[in-house]
T-cell receptor, first 111, second 117 residues
Framework: RKEVEQDPGPFNVPEGATVAFNCTYS??????FFWYRQDCRKEPKLLMS???SGNEDGRFTAQLNRASQYISLLIRDSKLSDSATYLC????????????FGAGTRLFVKA | GAVVSQHPSWVICKSGTSVKIECRSL??????MFWYRQFPKQSLMLMAT?????????EQGVEKDKFLINHASLTLSTLTVTSAHPEDSSFYIC?????????????FGPGTRLTVL
C-alpha cells in the first residue's frame, strides 16, 4: 500500500463546477499536510496547508480527518486556470522529516 | 515566499557524461534541501536529503555513487548525475524547507529537465 493515495483522475469538469479530491495516508503519526498544484512541466507550488480545523482560501477548502487519515480538497466555481495536477503531500516522521507525495490527480476544466 | 533557483533549466547530454545541477536558496539559508525526480505522469520521488556540512541521506534504491550530492553552503546544493544513461532522463527538482511555527513549507526550484541521448 502506498503511503499517500489519491483519486486516480483525471477529472473533466465544466467551468463553474464544484470538484472534490480525496487523499488517504497510511502513517497515523504524520504531522502536517498540504495540497500542492503542479502545472505541466513545472515545479509544484503550495496551494494550501491542511489543518484539523479545516481551512478555506477563496474557492478552495481543505479538510483533514485524522481519525480516518483522510484529506480532501474542494474547489468551487472551477475556472479554466484551475486545470492542473493536484498533489496531496504528507510530512511523515518516519526516518526524520520526510515528505511523501501522492501521485496527483489531474483536473481539466473546460469552457 | 522563499525563492529557490535551479541551474540549468534543461540539459541534453550524451550517454556516459556527467551532469551537474545546482540548487540555490536565493533569499534564505537552507540547512536542508531535498532532491526529487519525476518521470512523466508520475509523482515526485524523493531521491535524497541534502544536509549542509554533512553527507546526504539517500532513499532506498538510489545509488549514492551515481547521484553525487554536495551541500557546501547554506544556500547551495548540487546534484551530479555521473555517467548518465538514457534511463536517467527525467525532471529533477530540488526543494528547501522553511521551518515554521505551525508547519514546515517546502519551496521548490523550477526543475531541471535532463535528456540523455
Amino acid at each position: 500500500r502506498k503511503e499517500v493515495e489519491q483519486d486516480p483522475g483525471p477529472f473533466n469538469v465544466p467551468e463553474g463546477a464544484t470538484v472534490a479530491f480525496n487523499c488517504t495516508y497510511s502513517n497515523s503519526a504524520s504531522q502536517s499536510f498540504f495540497w500542492y498544484r503542479q502545472d505541466c512541466r513545472k515545479e509544484p507550488k503550495l496551494l494550501m496547508s491542511v489543518y484539523s480545523s479545516g481551512n478555506e482560501d477563496g474557492r478552495f477548502t481543505a479538510q483533514l480527518n485524522r481519525a480516518s487519515q483522510y484529506i480532501s480538497l474542494l474547489i468551487r466555481d472551477s475556472k479554466l486556470s484551475d486545470s492542473a495536477t493536484y498533489l496531496c503531500v504528507v510530512n511523515s516522521p518516519t526516518g526524520g522529516f520526510k515528505t511523501i507525495f501522492g501521485a496527483g490527480t489531474r483536473l481539466f476544466v473546460k469552457a | 515566499g522563499a525563492v529557490v533557483s535551479q541551474h540549468p533549466s534543461w540539459v541534453i547530454c550524451k550517454s556516459g557524461t556527467s551532469v551537474k545541477i545546482e540548487c540555490r536558496s536565493l533569499d534564505f539559508q537552507a540547512t536542508t534541501m531535498f532532491w526529487y525526480r519525476q518521470f512523466p505522469k508520475q509523482s515526485l520521488m524523493l531521491m535524497a536529503t541534502s544536509n549542509e556540512g554533512s553527507k546526504a541521506t539517500y532513499e532506498q534504491g538510489v545509488e549514492k555513487d551515481k547521484f553525487l550530492i554536495n551541500h557546501a553552503s547554506l544556500t547551495l546544493s548540487t546534484l551530479t548525475v555521473t555517467s548518465a544513461h538514457p534511463e536517467d532522463s527525467s525532471f529533477y527538482i530540488c526543494s528547501a524547507v522553511v521551518r515554521g511555527r505551525a508547519s514546515d513549507e517546502q519551496f521548490f526550484g523550477p526543475g531541471t529537465r535532463l535528456t540523455v541521448l
